[in-house]
């Protein structure tokens, strides 16, 4: 399985920031001799707006691992909440890995 719970968050905030960098870079960029170009540019926009929300996302969803009593008709039941992963990795660990991955990329292609 790719992901449990709600880890399919990840993938929508990811693609939020990239439909939302799309519209916010016009032109490609130049910034101290190092010019990065319009795709360039909203990969690494993306990047940097998706990490801080994946990563609160996942902080969230997290937080809680342990049993919890709760009631419902009537009767009282345990229920465990499961981690929610993405490609076994909890979500909050991608806050880290796009940008890494995104940095990783960018330079590989760029060099190429």
Known sequence: MVYTGMGWLA????????????????????????EVSRVGAIFLLAA??????????????????????IFRFGKERTVHWGPHTLNLMPIEYWAFLIPAFTLVFYGVFTWI
């Not at 940097?48 to 996942?58: D, N, R, V, Y």
Request: glycine letters at 4%; charged letters at 10%; a positive charge.
């Open 48 to 69: 940097a707006l998706s990490a801080p929300t994946i990563f609160i996302a996942g902080t969230v969803l997290n937080r809680h691992k342990v049993a919890r009593k």
């Open 11 to 34: 993938y929508v905030i990811w693609l939020a920031a990239l439909c939302l960098s799309s519209q916010l870079v016009q032109a490609p960029l130049a910034w101290q001799g190092l």
